[in-house]
């Protein structure tokens, strides 16, 4: 199978609002386009960090423990009929125990895939070098894999 078929369409598109829905202190709505998925990828997951402004200015995914002051992941899963998921992922959280949720001013959110299911599921990032080919966006295929801004307040 080569990289163009069967990958990954386009991802994360853009970042909702925040707010305080279900009383946790974040909310961050983020709509995401799935298409033309690996038959061997049954769903996602949306991870979103926030803090300081430093974990909006690193690129990488995984930013700095002492930067955190929250962290959260919502799951979603691929139809399989489709191979796609289309709608919008809503990560909820609290801020980490004595951290003062008011100090978090930015966040970073990221794309994750999971292949497999129970005890074998395994999840990873999507890039453009991986090995895995359920992994790999197709080459003419928009995807934003880390999206970082501000917080609404």
Known sequence: MTAGRGALG????ALGATGTAWAEDFTL??????TNLHPSVTGGVVACVVGPEVVATVTRPFPHPDDRIGFGAARFAVDGASRGFAGSVVVAFDAD???DPEAATHYKCWLQL????GDEETTSVPRPEASEPSLRPRPDAPATLV???ELER
């Open 29 to 34: 709505t983020v709509p995401v386009r799935l």
């Open 147 to 149: 999206i970082t801004g």
């Open 10 to 13: 386009a991802l994360l598109l």
């Open 97 to 99: 125990p004595e951290r």
């Open 114 to 117: 999971a292949r497999g299911a």
